[in-house]
């Protein structure tokens, strides 16, 4: 249990993990009694495990994790829907020393099949962008906020994204980077905790929360290739970044 949490009191990811796999947030027990049944109404239904989010281990468990084994943890992952459609979990990529963090939404089908996030066209232009910035693709890390393909490329659902939390908050304290890029709407408002536009959260510098690490938004790759007038933007996103590493 995690450290100032009382028995009775609820952990708002744990809950949406459990809705996102099926099961109501609050169930009795078997074989519980209700307060003044009498005991003809005992419930005598045989107490069995069922499927919980402590599966796949605790949030405090996660945090305890070493990159190896957080790797295997997410590799087994069966918190949400999204498990049932993947060929791959798409873990992350890089220099697990790197002082550039790159968080997008989630694996397309590409990812999904080669098990590495922002391969494509838009992997290619994300590398050319960090070239740029003065940083090779090996050089730095990059994740996504979901770790499994949602159907259909579509954007991954709130609880998802919730169950998926733990694991790049893990990656996050691991790595310790500099600077946080947060690529696309998604990544932005997932990790700001925000419905705030891309538009509105470019050109400053924010910080992630528990972190405390610098945090600068830029527009995804995949919208730059339908939208090549906005590379200019994205190159002040990247000058941004690089003055806030330099700063940390």
Known sequence: MPRGRSR?????RRIACLHAMGFPAWARRPG???PGAPPELRDTTPATRAPAAEDAGSDAEVGSLEWDALEARVSACV???LHAGRSRTVFGVGNRKA???????????????RGEPFVGRA???????????GHARSQVYIANVV?????????PQPEEAACCAPYLDRQIALLRPKIILAVGRVAAQRLLQTDAPVGRLRGKIHRHEPSGTP?????????LLRRPEAK???WRDLVLAMAAAEGA
């Open 32 to 34: 519980s009694v209700l």
């Open 215 to 223: 945090l600068v938004v830029t527009w995804h790759p995949a919208y």
């Open 79 to 81: 918190l949400c829907p």
């Open 147 to 155: 770790k499994c393909r949602p159907p259909e490329n579509r954007d």
């Open 8 to 12: 009775t009191e609820v952990d708002p």
């Open 99 to 113: 002082e550039w963090l790159v968080i997008g939404e989630a694996p397309g089908a590409e990812e999904d099949r």
């Open 123 to 133: 992997g290619k232009l994300l590398d050319a962008m960090l070239a740029a910035a």
């Open 232 to 234: 200019a933007e994205a």
